[in-house]
């Protein structure tokens, strides 16, 4: 029963930002920029980035694509939106060992917080591409700078 209501909750959460993506306005110079696609689905992914003058980000995704894709999208833009540039590639990590369904300590599933509704992918490995593609785009973005 705990088990059914979690997994509506977290269902509500994907569904939400699917139809509602967060931050999706364009910027118009972005620091950094990146364009991802799946080839097997056909999910796209645009990330954009600017950085203030403390190096905090500002961020911009959009994309087409299904629901975990977009959605996956919406929540790390809701994550890293305003945090140091310096701590992105930790929140890259964090949501690998999510996927991964590596152990995770109470304090990384709460900085997590609704990106932890993407848990339930790790179920269908198929679809764990989807749920990676934002990721993966923004680690691009960290290696190339």
Not at 66 to 91: F, K, T, V
């Amino acid at each position: 029963m705990v088990n059914d209501e979690l997994n509506e909750m977290y269902e509500e959460i994907v569904m939400d930002h699917y139809h509602n993506p967060r931050n999706t306005d364009l910027i118009s110079e972005p620091d950094f920029e990146v364009e991802k696609n799946n080839p097997f689905c056909g999910d796209e992914i645009k990330i954009q980035i600017s950085l203030d003058e403390n190096k905090n980000v500002s961020v911009s995704v959009t994309g087409r694509g299904c629901a975990i894709s977009q959605a996956s999208g919406s929540l790390m833009a809701e994550q890293i939106h305003r945090i140091p540039y310096s701590e992105l590639q930790d929140n890259v990590n964090l949501f690998r060992k999510l996927i991964k369904s590596e152990e995770l300590s109470e304090q990384e599933l709460d900085k997590l917080g609704d990106i932890s509704s993407l848990s339930g992918v790790k179920k269908f490995p198929v679809r764990i591409k989807c749920a990676m593609l934002s990721w993966v785009a923004l680690e691009e973005i960290l290696r190339k700078n």
